[in-house]
């Protein structure tokens, strides 16, 4: 699988907004204390997690 920095610009400016919107939301914005929306927020901090890992790394 190539890695994110081989990919064109336009595919990497595409990908990379809404996930960079998604991390802004989970530290600024985002102040989850308990319940559903606990678990979303652990949820998207691990899909991060994986995306980094996977397509960043």
Same mark, same amino acid.
């Given at each position: 699988?190539?890695?994110?920095?081989?990919?064109? /610009?336009?595919?990497?400016? /595409?990908? =990379?907004?809404?996930?960079?919107? /998604?991390?802004? =939301?989970? $530290?600024? $914005? @985002?102040?989850?204390?308990?319940?559903?929306?606990?678990? @979303? #927020? $652990?949820? #998207?901090? #691990?899909?991060?997690? !994986?995306?980094?890992? !996977?397509?960043?790394?």
């Amino acid at each position: 699988m190539t890695k994110f920095a081989d990919w064109p /610009l336009w595919l990497q400016l /595409l990908v =990379g907004i809404p996930h960079a919107l /998604l991390a802004m =939301g989970l $530290v600024w $914005v @985002w102040r989850p204390l308990r319940g559903r929306s606990f678990y @979303w #927020a $652990v949820g #998207a901090f #691990a899909y991060l997690c !994986v995306f980094y890992l !996977v397509f960043v790394r």
